[in-house]
């Protein structure tokens, strides 16, 4: 491993983001997959960390209490509540936010395993909110191939 290489594993990790090491470490104990799949995922990992962080996102934890989560909702007391009509189909299974350095955008992505019918239904009702939604396969951070990224940010970028 070069200097160079050990500077990107550096920043993608202070970054939030898996390098092909820690990738390769949290999908090798799944036997069930067929050869060369663990590594092909492990380097899909590490490539769309590379693109993400080149780009000038950071990957944060998405938890209940973050201002601007689409799943909570001002509560007449003044409190706020996580929308179960809004969270149902669990499409926001392996949860993080992608928050961009310089313009501080942020984009709250679930990775589920399959997009439902009642997942369908939650994100049409954010939609209707005002939420802009994109799914895209393609793009899952966590186990690749298996998952399926679903991207939500408001459409009226309050929170970019």
């Known amino acids: 491993m070069t200097t160079k290489d050990i500077r ?11 390098t092909y090491h820690d990738a390769l470490r949290s999908f090798w104990t ?3 997959e067929p050869p060369g799949y663990v590594t092909d995922a492990a380097r899909r990992v590490e490539e769309l960390g590379k693109v993400l962080l080149m780009a000038g996102w950071r990957k ?5 209490g973050i201002p ?4 909570r909702h001002r509560c007449s007391w003044g409190g706020f509540d996580f929308d179960q009509e809004l969270g149902a189909g669990h499409w926001w299974d392996h949860a993080y936010r992608l928050v961009h350095k ?4 942020v984009i709250y992505v679930g990775e589920p395993y399959q997009v439902e019918v009642e997942a369908m239904r939650s994100l049409s009702l954010l939609a209707e909110r005002g939420w802009e939604i994109d799914i ?3 793009l899952a951070l966590h186990y690749p191939g298996r998952t399926v990224a679903v991207r939500v940010r408001h459409g009226d970028h309050q929170n970019d």
């Open 8 to 18: 990107m594993a550096d920043a993608l990790r202070r970054a939030g983001f898996q």
């Open 30 to 32: 799944r036997p069930e």
């Open 60 to 64: 944060l934890r998405w938890t209940a």
């Open 68 to 71: 601007g989560n689409p799943l």
């Open 102 to 105: 310089a313009s501080g955008r």
């Open 136 to 138: 895209q396969p393609a």
